[in-house]
């Protein structure tokens, strides 16, 4: 399975013309790029990465391809999230995507990290639509990657009867990533 392809699949499906989407680790602004052409030009999508390379990299193919107006490139810990939101978009993310790790061929140091991710989780939920819908690409090949992925899952698992989950692995290699959908499920707030 091609990870990141299957991640965009589902979220496409999420995403209707004019909504509001965070990437919640931008990187080279492929997933930015994405979101962009799925919300369309009445639709407003976050970006954010702790790397100023990174959100310079995304703004540069944001533009190059004509969105710069519908992304919103910031530079910041997506921890934060809540303070670049404002109240207008809040209660009203359809979808938020996290590809988790580090950015390949750039500075490895910066990795997401269990901490983080899972207080930028905490803070999504108050951001996210009712049937809003969270995309988690988590890596368990890199040093603290495991013990991300079993963070992760830990804070799925707390909120089962909350959200549809989904989680997808290639249980042929045991390296593999793990992708997870999250979607809420209307009333159960
Ligand atoms: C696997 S890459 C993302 C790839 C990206 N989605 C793309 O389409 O190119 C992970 C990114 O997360 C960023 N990152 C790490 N910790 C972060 C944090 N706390 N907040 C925001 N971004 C973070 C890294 O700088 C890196 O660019």
Redesign the pocket.
């Known amino acids: 399975m091609h990870f990141?392809m299957e991640a965009q699949r589902r979220c496409r499906e999420s995403i209707d013309p004019g909504s509001i989407a965070i990437?919640?680790?931008?990187?080279?602004?492929?997933?930015?790029l994405?979101l962009a052409q799925c919300v369309g030009m009445q639709g407003t999508v976050y970006a954010?990465?702790?790397?100023a390379d990174?959100i310079a990299r995304?703004a540069l193919r944001v533009s190059q391809a004509g969105y710069a107006s519908v992304v919103r490139c910031i530079h910041?810990?997506?921890?934060d999230i809540a303070d670049h939101v404002p109240l207008e978009h809040r209660g009203k993310i359809s979808c938020a995507?996290f590809?988790?790790?580090?950015?390949?061929f750039?500075?490895k140091s910066?990795?997401?990290?269990a901490p983080?991710?899972l207080r930028?989780l905490d803070t999504l939920e108050s951001l996210l639509a009712p049937c809003g819908l969270i995309s988690i690409?988590s890596?368990v090949g890199h040093p603290t990657g495991l013990q991300e992925s079993q963070a992760v899952e830990g804070w799925i698992a707390q909120r089962a009867s909350r959200y549809r989950i989904e989680r997808m692995v290639d249980e042929s290699n045991g390296a593999s990533p793990i992708l997870w959908m999250v979607r809420g499920v209307a009333g159960s707030g």
């Not at 990437?23 to 930015?32: H, S």
């Not at 954010?48 to 790397?51: G, R």
């Not at 910041?76 to 921890?79: G, I, K, P």
């Not at 590809?99 to 390949?104: I, S, T, V």
């Open positions: 990141t990437d919640m680790t931008a990187g080279n602004g492929l997933d930015t994405f954010l990465d702790l790397q990174a995304t910041a810990d997506h921890a995507m590809n988790l790790g580090y950015l390949p750039s500075d910066v990795v997401t990290q983080t991710t930028a690409l890596y």
